[in-house]
């Protein structure tokens, strides 16, 4: 267990639909980063935030936002959802920029 | 921006070492590389970081020459229980504005009894 959670497990919506993943990082951690993995991309990086400011984008589609809280949580928010976007989606947490990131277990997203 | 290739599989025996190499030729000055594990249905698992020469750990040796454009996973005396998925990530972690956090594909070492 990393200590890192994401919420839900698994998720399954239809076409055009708008969906919100939520990441807890590691208690003391700062830096959250978000990632995409699909059979056909791989794990793609998304974007990356530190105490509550985006720091690094990375391939994120402008149908997907992400914020990170006061509280440190972070929320992947993902529009107009199309079959090509299940995947699952990883968030990982860092005390600072630079640290060993590590990887909460994923949410399994299914676009019907 | 960095981009990573890795062999698709590897096969190994118990009691072996394993040396997984990542090409990455368009490293930036400011990337480091790390290299994580991943297990079916699970997140990656952090393994080993390195910036340059050699880097060791408990579970694993980091190779990385001078150039840096490739960098070799070590497994000394793999077990079954270390096959798995085997990532390498190129990239500046601190942050810098435009930077993208690179992964390679992916390589998947079966070890077998």
């Known amino acids: 267990d990393s200590g890192v959670t994401q919420t839900p497990k698994h998720l399954i919506t239809a076409t055009g639909q708008r969906v919100t993943l939520r990441c807890s990082p590691r208690s003391g951690d700062l830096s959250v980063y978000w990632y995409q993995q699909s059979l056909d991309q791989g794990l793609q990086f998304l974007i990356q935030?530190?105490?509550?400011?985006?720091?690094a984008k990375g391939n994120i589609l402008e149908r997907f936002s992400a914020q990170q809280f006061p509280d440190l949580h972070s929320e992947l928010n993902l529009s107009s959802l199309e079959l090509g976007d299940s995947a699952l989606y990883f968030c990982?947490?860092?005390?600072?920029?630079?640290?060993?990131?590590?990887f909460g277990p994923g949410t399994r997203l299914t676009v019907l | 921006l960095a981009k990573t290739t890795q062999p698709i599989s590897m096969d190994s025996y118990e009691g072996q070492e394993v040396n997984i190499t990542c090409s990455h030729n368009?490293?930036?000055?400011?990337?480091?590389i790390t290299w994580y594990q991943q297990f079916p249905s699970q997140g990656p698992r952090f393994i080993i970081q390195g910036y340059k020469t050699k880097v060791t750990n408990e579970v694993a040796s980091l190779f990385i020459p001078a150039d840096r454009k490739s960098s070799t996973l070590s497994l000394p005396r793999v077990s079954l229980s270390d096959t798995a998925v085997y990532y390498c990530?190129?990239?500046?972690?601190?942050?810098?504005?435009?930077?993208?956090?690179?992964f390679g594909g992916g390589t998947r070492v079966l070890v077998k009894p």
């Open positions: 990530l190129v990239g500046d972690m601190s942050g810098a504005a435009g930077n993208k956090l690179t």
């Open positions: 368009n490293i930036a000055t400011n990337d480091y």
């Open positions: 935030y530190y105490n509550g400011e985006e720091r």
């Open positions: 990982a947490s860092s005390v600072e920029l630079s640290d060993t990131q590590y």
